[in-house]
């Protein structure tokens, strides 16, 4: 075994081996030490602070960990005696296995050579053809012009997919389905794999529409024995990314899972591989077909719905043949169920943009059958420079519907609140929901067809969303007007401005809401919400139990509230539900995260048709196109291209054209959703209704705030639950009959 392995990985992938390494060192007894790679945001990441030794690889901007002669010296530097890659970066780059070979370090990892041949998407499509594994028609090699692309996509067909080498994770693959799509996305394809993995080839294959993603785990040795594990479904994706994986796969019987296992193994033994794999193949239920896709020559984000179902730890393994040892005896065998969601700091809201910034709260789930890897900790800032993965929360069971009802549970239970970001976790719990993933017959693309039609967009809870926006938006008021008070009096001449009621626009989901806020006791309001003429009111209370967490009660119904409040955006979570509320700031236009400009098509003066391109940000790799939300003409512009920018920061101000006001108020009535807030949870007695206005008066005289709704509410309230006849017991009087019946009028 060795004694200090470096970690040419980040995050989440640098946690997942430094916990196999401590395990197999308390096994062992035999000390074994860790080397984290790191670069400058990362100086004080959790994977850092967590390893042996730590080596500074400079900046992440220079993008270190693809730079071969920094690894070389980071490995020597360090007195590395393996080097171990996981997922991304150079995992699949047989030019550092090559290195590695050079300067005596051990690669964790397959042959330079077995890599080329099975890691290359194009080679392995070679080789599969060769073994009689099924094979989509395909460009069957490199388009290195876009001339080349034309001419085989006119070959094969229409539509396709254009899809990078050197690709991996939902990056460099993109959907052609005409000519058109075609010229546009070659060239962007082909830097996008550039800048991301090193290598810009690109090919093409036909797209095999309602397809299952299906993939084989396997672990070989280099000596002749390949174990294929088991079979993963991973068909729930969004624009090719991963975002809900299980094992086995509910869509293959027996004899089809035992057909692709024995696939897998043959194209790891023909090339002699040593180390982790994964086999990947399209599958069509209703032909009973299946298709090669591709050999992931590394260890898989996804791969501990594996290890659950058969106890079997990949990574130890992983170092277990790279050190020379054998697989022997029987394969392990699957039990039960895994289920495994991916929870990103990313925005659904604003088409799943990247999100990053520092991690201000993170509460993770625990209990029977859950398992949560991650690579961050509260405190922890996730970079824009890098991919925006928080944790992978899994859940297993002895069936499928278990696993099922724990993962919702355990993301529910996940807390989690990124300071100027947002993460896709109550996108997962109404994915979890939707009766296609229930019944398993959700294929690769069914997320991007249903959210064109507009599902899997949550308006649950709008209303006491933003109802809870504008609370914060209106105590951050009072808090000013507290503070001038106080500085104010210390010279001698107090000064109050305060004026309850006053209207505050928010935005919700690209619609406008007029509220109106009242402080009726120490922990109630009275909010009005109003939305295409119509007003809806609500008695709230508010409890806090820190500064992001808490409970609201709205019209007698209790939610949990998570929130986050930065410069004019109100990140609020009910049950689970989050939406981002922002204050109306007249056409300012603000940076949704951490990220740098590349494109401003835009001069000043410029008039854009409501949903024009008006800028465009990179962050972790990744291009965010920011759109005009109305017919409008640029007023002012803080930023060029090259720019780094802050989550919240804002970047341009646009002019509504007048011309055009009858037609943004429609399409403000379109995007509106019905208010949901709840009617009262029950009809309250005379005497409570009695007491309650007692409260509400004496709440008034002690200077709260009046309904602003109506200002002669509470009034007319009380005395009308006065008026009505006390509560009466069987054979009694009224106790306190007297008292209790005195004149409206009365001093009381």
């Not at 990947?280 to 090669?292: I, N, V």
């Not at 900790?377 to 724990?406: C, H, N, Q, V, W």
Request: charged content about 25%; some cysteine; glycine content about 8%.
């Amino acid at each position: 075994m060795f004694n200090r392995i470096a970690i040419v990985n980040r995050g989440e992938a640098a946690m997942r081996l430094i916990h196999a390494v401590r395990e197999l060192a308390a096994e062992t007894g035999v000390p074994l030490e860790t080397v984290a790679l790191y670069t400058d945001v990362d100086r004080t990441a959790t994977f850092v602070r967590e390893a042996d030794i730590a080596y500074d690889l400079g900046p992440a901007s220079a993008r270190p960990y693809l730079n071969l002669a920094t690894l070389e010296r980071a490995l020597v530097e360090t007195g590395a005696d393996a080097a171990w890659v996981g997922w991304g970066f150079v995992a699949e780059d047989p030019a550092f296995a090559e290195l590695c070979e050079k300067i005596g370090v051990t690669f964790v990892g397959p042959s330079p050579e077995a890599m080329r041949q099975l890691g290359d998407k194009i080679g392995s499509k070679l080789i599969a053809e060769k073994v009689g594994v099924p094979v989509a028609p395909w460009s069957r090699g490199a388009v290195e012009t876009l001339d080349a692309a034309r001419a085989a996509a006119a070959e094969i067909g229409y539509p396709l997919m254009l899809k990078a080498t050197a690709g991996g994770g939902g990056r460099g693959i993109r959907v052609i389905t005409s000519e058109a799509d075609l010229d546009d996305a070659y060239e962007r394809t082909s830097q996008e794999a550039a800048r991301a993995f090193g290598s810009g080839v690109v090919f093409l294959e036909r797209l095999v529409t309602g397809a299952r993603h299906v993939e084989v785990q396997v672990i070989a040795d280099g000596q002749g024995t390949a174990w294929a594990l088991g079979v993963r479904d991973c068909s729930v994706q969004r624009r090719n990314q991963k975002v809900i994986e299980e094992s086995a796969s509910p869509v293959l019987d027996r004899a089809q899972a035992a057909e692709l296992k024995a696939s897998a193994e043959r194209l790891a033994v023909a090339v002699g591989y040593r180390g982790a794999a994964t086999v990947e193949f399209l599958y069509h239920p209703g032909d009973r077909l299946f298709a090669f896709l591709e050999v992931n020559t590394r260890l898989q984000v996804e791969h501990p719905i594996t290890e659950l179902t058969t106890g079997f730890d990949l990574v130890k393994a992983q170092l277990h043949v790279a050190s020379g040892g054998r697989l022997d005896g029987a394969p392990p065998a699957e039990r039960g169920h895994a289920i495994e969601a991916r929870l990103n700091a990313e925005d659904p809201d604003r088409d799943f943009a990247p999100s990053p910034g520092r991690i201000a709260r993170l509460d993770l789930p625990s209990g029977p059958g859950i398992r949560v890897d991650t690579g961050v900790s509260e405190g922890d800032t996730i970079p824009a420079d890098f991919d925006s993965m928080i944790a992978k929360i899994i859940a297993y069971g002895r069936d499928r519907d278990e696993a099922l009802g724990r993962l919702r549970r355990a993301m529910a239970n996940t807390t989690v609140i990124i300071e100027g970001g947002a993460t896709n976790k109550s996108f997962v719990l109404d994915l979890l929901d939707q009766p296609e993933v229930i019944d398993a017959s959700a294929d690769t693309g069914w997320i991007d067809r249903v959210r064109g039609e507009g599902r899997l967009v949550a308006h649950r809870h709008s209303a006491v969303a933003l109802a809870a926006a504008a609370i914060e938006a209106y105590e951050e008021e009072e808090h000013v007007e507290r503070q001038r008070l106080l500085s104010t009096a210390s010279g001698g001449r107090p000064q109050v401005q305060h004026a309850s009621g006053r209207p505050l626009d928010l935005k919700l989901r690209g619609a406008d809401y007029r509220t109106r806020v009242a402080r009726v006791d120490a922990h109630r309001f009275r909010v009005g919400i109003e939305s295409g003429g119509l007003v809806r009111t609500a008695d709230v209370e508010l409890d806090r139990f820190d500064r992001h967490t808490g409970q609201i009660v709205v019209n007698g119904i209790r939610y949990r509230l998570l929130t986050g409040t930065y410069g004019p955006t109100h990140l609020v979570e009910v049950d689970g539900v989050t939406h981002r509320v922002s204050r109306d700031e007249g056409g300012v236009l603000r940076s949704p995260m951490p990220a740098l400009v590349v494109a401003t098509p835009l001069e000043i003066g410029d008039e854009v048709e409501a949903g024009a391109p008006v800028l465009v940000l990179e962050a972790m790799k990744m291009e965010t196109v920011l759109r005009a939300p109305f017919k409008a003409r640029l007023k002012e512009c803080a930023v060029s291209v090259g720019s780094q920018v802050e989550a919240g920061a804002p970047l341009l101000r646009l002019e509504p054209l007048a011309d055009d006001a009858a037609d943004s108020a429609d399409a403000t009535a379109t995007a509106s959703v019905e208010l949901d807030l709840p009617a009262s949870a029950e009809q309250l007695s005379a005497d409570e209704r009695s007491r309650r206005g007692q409260e509400d008066l004496r709440g008034l005289l002690l200077g709260f705030d009046v309904d602003p709704h109506d200002d002669r509410r509470v009034l007319d309230d009380y005395l009308t639950a006065r008026a009505r006849p006390p509560r009466t017991v069987t054979g009694r009087s009224p106790p306190n009959s007297t008292s209790s019946t005195c004149s409206p009028t009365s001093p009381n």
